[in-house]
């Protein structure tokens, strides 16, 4: 689907990359039924909780060092601010900078849903500008303010004018999606609508769309020896900075599920390249990644360079960590943009994936430029082609009732996953797991022999779970352990 800059909403996954969150079948299944159009989503007879999508539309572009964030929401919306603004201004000291980044939440109450608060509103506005000074400044939504039908736009419009500075609705109601990345969308439509500005001259640039940034001196070195050098984003970055990246060489992300919205944008109107590829984890990833960077600014004899030199070094040492981890099995339950990404690596390193359990799956993953028709994760074609065997699959938004089955049935040996909230219980049922928490853990040649290092600890010492487990009684009884997860979800057309 084209991007609309002129809209201040940015459509949901749902609408825009037919996106679902109930699915369980398997991995040939899931492959063959996306390219020819048949996934449909399946309902859940009972849910549990799952996340609000602001935070993945706030919490990226609170790194952004010299804007501000104004969240119009109840404060039980904010109760992920602190985190994101201790992280920032944690990460920006790590690399000698000063964040200045503030998000303040517009505290509506009970009143405020019957009468509005846009002048509240404007006012608190008014506050930021004046005591922080942003080069620019947000206006969150929330599901209250979308409710009640806030004129945000308006506000926004005015106040653009009146300071000079881009002033951006972001529409980050947490009913609007049941897929909590369609916020990074959010928040990357709202850069490239108001502050990203139309290229003066290329810069020898590429920009990097990741979370926490935390290989940023390894990113630097390896884009060096290509002649370039990366802008991250948002992290650390400033609105002078976001202004210049049309002017870049290519686009390239961690995560395919957060950096789809920007790449494409950039792409679509500046002619930026988005390099679809493999995500740079593991050896097959990292080396298909850097081939492909290579090949689109034209430094493919570099690239080769670097591999040449660097996989002498590294590749044998993973090798004989792998003889060791040969015939584990895993489960692994992470974001889409993850999840096939660890499978192969998992697989690289000998490791038996018994079961894969996405948070969402984005069946028309995005343009592929080359057909220019909707095309699956490049990493899914990749598994399809190459692992060793059939994985099931299912697709489910952080359901841990449906993970705890899945682990109880499979009995594996390790539980991955990126998200603590689903970690923990794993370790409460005696599995041991390993938390993928950096999104670098399996970057390159580096980030995958560490890996294989962590997964061998955590398999070596299974005290911990064991104490755990003994300790802990969990709500869930026989009759829900003995259920098939296939028949979980209600028909596709129920
Ligand atoms: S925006 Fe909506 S879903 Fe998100 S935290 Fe607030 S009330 Fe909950």
Known sequence: MAVNLKTKTVATRENRLGSITGYSGDLYDLAERSCCGSVKNRERCFSQSSTCLSGCAIGPLS?????AIVYHAPAGCCAGVPGSTVLARQLATRIGKTNENMIVGSDLNEQDTVFGAIEALRNIIYTVRENYHPKAIFIASSCVSGVIGEDVDSLSDELQEEFGIPVVPIHCEGFKSRIWASGFDIGDHAVMSAIVKPPVEKKPMIVFKNFFESHRPQITEIFAELGVYPQFVYMNSTVEELSHLSEALATVCICGTLGTYLGNALEEQYGVPYIRTLNPSGIVGFETWLRKIGEVIGKTQEAETYI????????????????????????????????????????????????????????????NTESDKPDTPPSLDYLKAHSPHNIPLSVADQQNFEVLNI??????????????????????????????????????????????????????????????????KLPYTQWWYQQDNKTMLKAEDA
């Open 407 to 472: 682990l109880n049935t499979h009995k594996p040996d390790l539980y991955f996953s990126r998200h603590p909230g689903s970690t923990v219980w794993a370790i409460k049922q005696g599995v041991a797991a390993l938390y993928v928490a950096d999104e670098y853990m399996m970057f390159g040649y580096k980030g995958t022999l560490s890996f294989a290092k962590s997964i061998l600890d955590t398999v070596r010492n299974r005290s911990f779970e064991k104490n755990l487990a003994a300790h802990v």
């Open 308 to 367: 040449a030199r660097e996989r002498v070094i590294y590749v044998p040492q993973i090798e004989e960590l792998a003889k060791q981890l040969a015939g584990l099995t895993a489960v692994i339950g992470m974001g889409p943009g993850y999840t096939y990404e660890v499978a192969r690596v998992l697989q690289e390193l000998g490791i038996k994936v018994v079961w894969a359990a996405a948070w969402h799956y984005d069946y028309q993953y995005d343009k």
């Open 63 to 67: 790194g952004i060092r010299d804007a």
